[in-house]
């Protein structure tokens, strides 16, 4: 977690199978998932949620490396 002037940067990482281009093009899409029993509305409802305060959310993933994911939230206001 990074506090910033106006905002806070949540970054997540992992060292997974990461994602192809296309699959992080898709991420966001409701229902689009690559998991046996999944849903696909995990990062969908995630991505509204941030959305919804202002926010922003971004995938960066290197197939075979891991994936990084950006979350920045504004800060409230006093």
Do not use: H, W
């Amino acid at each position: 977690m990074e506090k910033r002037a106006n905002s806070c940067k949540i970054t997540v990482a992992d060292d997974g199978v990461g994602m192809q281009k296309d699959q992080i093009a898709q991420a966001f899409i409701p229902f689009y998932t690559l998991k046996k029993g999944g849903s696909g509305l995990g990062l969908t409802v995630c991505k509204r949620i941030i959305d919804s305060y202002g926010g922003n959310i971004f995938i960066k993933s290197v197939p075979n490396e891991g994936t990084q994911v950006e979350i920045t939230l504004p800060l409230a206001v006093e």
